[in-house]
């Protein structure tokens, strides 16, 4: 090959390996489920709240921040909101409390940090990532995970805190308007090529006392790796689990190729098969995403360094 052709394939390549980097973006869930003709008020409320936390999660990114610090960023403002089921307004266990699951990855390292079963803890993603960043473990529960997090001064509140009226109603009546659905995530890749996700839950309504879902378990409800994609999974966390819906993701596009797109229906096809409900979001390093569900609506919302900025609920 001609030297002049060789030096124009570099200039190619690199350029387009520079364009790759300096794209960014966050994609964030509230959770899939039967959400049908929610009044036009409660609709309101619910895309400003999702607009919150993307704008706060984009703000970092463009600001040279990390995928990681935006995620959580997004992710604290979602579970320190009522509307959804992680943090406060969580859905109650058969025993009327909240029991709290959540998870991170870190896309460049692989660490990642977990934490189930606990019930003071403010912001769960928050001591999830303690675990990774602070623990030589992956995954902390209960009162073991409480105690490590208040060495670090992470925030505690009364049980009673995470309780909302409409909680309480719920599950005196047994009877869910937004189902049990509700649970947080956001997957972000940032200007430095990395991805990171996070997923915060109260789990499924009147779940059994110490059960625990799909969220909190890397592979299963969470998943980052800088070579393939970042993803967080909401719905029926035993079919999650049993699927590995996010790292399954991950590996069909490491060891087949697939786009993310391909990878994202392919594996919500086999939780459909199965007999689950669900859906997930993801961005790949290239900054591409996919948001497949197999419910009536999924709260879901991207921000893109193109300057795009979606929010929606219902299928299209
Ligand atoms: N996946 C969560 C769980 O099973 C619940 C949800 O996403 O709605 O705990």
């Not at 509230?30 to 936390?53: F, R």
């Amino acid at each position: 090959m001609k030297f002049i052709t060789r030096l124009f394939i570099s200039f190619l390549l690199l350029s387009s390996l520079l364009l790759a980097q300096n794209k960014f973006g966050i994609v964030i869930h509230g959770g899939a489920g039967v959400i049908k003709n929610l009044p036009p008020e409660i609709e309101k409320e619910y895309i400003s709240k999702l607009s919150e936390a993307l704008e706060a999660g984009y703000k970092i990114l463009q600001n040279d921040g990390s995928s990681l610090d935006a995620i959580t960023a997004a992710i604290n403002i979602l579970e320190d909101s009522p509307l959804f089921n992680a943090g406060k307004g969580a859905v109650l266990t058969e025993n009327g409390i909240a029991e709290l699951d959540a998870s991170i990855m870190d896309g460049k390292t692989l660490k990642a940090g977990a934490v189930a079963g606990v019930h003071h803890v403010k912001n769960p993603i928050n001591l999830a990532r303690l675990i990774m960043e602070k623990s030589p473990h992956v995954m902390m529960i209960g009162k073991g995970a409480e105690e490590f997090g208040k060495l670090f001064n992470i925030e505690l509140v009364d049980s009673t805190y995470f309780i909302t009226k409409e909680r309480w109603n719920q599950y005196l009546k047994l009877k869910d308007t937004l189902e049990k659905h509700g649970t947080v995530g956001a997957v972000a890749l940032d200007k430095s090529g990395n991805l990171a996700a996070g997923t915060s839950t109260g789990g499924m309504i009147m779940k059994k006392f110490g059960r625990v879902g799909d969220s909190p378990i890397i592979g299963a409800g969470t998943y980052a790796n800088n070579n393939t994609c970042a993803v967080s999974g909401t719905g029926h966390g035993e079919y999650f689990i049993r699927l590995c819906i996010a790292k399954d993701i991950s590996s069909l596009m490491e060891y087949k190729n697939l786009s993310l797109e391909e990878a994202a229906n392919q594996v919500i096809n086999k939780l459909t098969n199965l007999g689950g409900t669900g859906g997930v979001i993801a961005i790949d390093r290239y900054g591409n995403i996919a948001m497949p569900f197999n419910t009536d609506g999924m709260f879901r919302g991207y921000y893109l360094s193109d300057g795009n900025k979606i929010i929606k609920i219902y299928k299209e």
